[in-house]
């Protein structure tokens, strides 16, 4: 029988250079790298086992106790917008993400909607900071910018067009 092209039949010749890999492990979880992405000691005795990171170790939700951080009237505006993003009264932060959870559909780009109350509160956290903010500074829905980006917002929030167009 023969071999074709990118295929190995046993039996049939030499075994083909298999690619070195390294084994990394995490729990359960195996990773697997190419042994020159990590490089080892020439001490080291086996593989090297390095700790996985994921990219972000930051919520899409900004928890109770960061909000509560932020001045008064910059709380209530974070929590006005949450209330304007999902087209009904919340009571929390939370709240508003729970609504985006429910009303995701297998289309909805859910991360990139919990993305924007991220964006929003590190947009306040940030003016509150630089600018000196007080519990009684007020804050214009104008820092904030646009409620959804491009391609972001839920099915029920986008307006339907014209009727003449």
Known sequence: MSRRRGYWIPGSGPTPP??????LKEGNAKHFKPPAAQPTS???????????????????VPSEAEIA?????????LLARCALR????????????????????IDTPLTSQL???????VRLKKLARE????????VPPEVFGP?????????????PPPAGA
């Open 147 to 159: 409620l959804w980006p491009e391609g972001v917002a839920p099915y029920w929030a986008v307006e």
């Open 42 to 60: 020439p001490h080291s005795t086996g593989p090297r086992f390095v700790p996985y990171r994921s990219r972000s170790r930051v919520s899409l």
């Open 86 to 105: 999902v087209t009904r009264a919340v009571a929390t932060v939370a709240d508003a993400a729970c609504v985006l959870l429910q009303t995701a559909t």
């Open 69 to 77: 951080a932020l001045p008064r009237l910059a709380r209530e505006a």
């Open 18 to 23: 298999k690619p070195e890999l390294e084994i």
């Open 115 to 121: 993305r924007c109350i991220r964006r929003d509160f």
């Open 131 to 138: 600018e000196k903010w007080t519990d009684d500074t007020p």
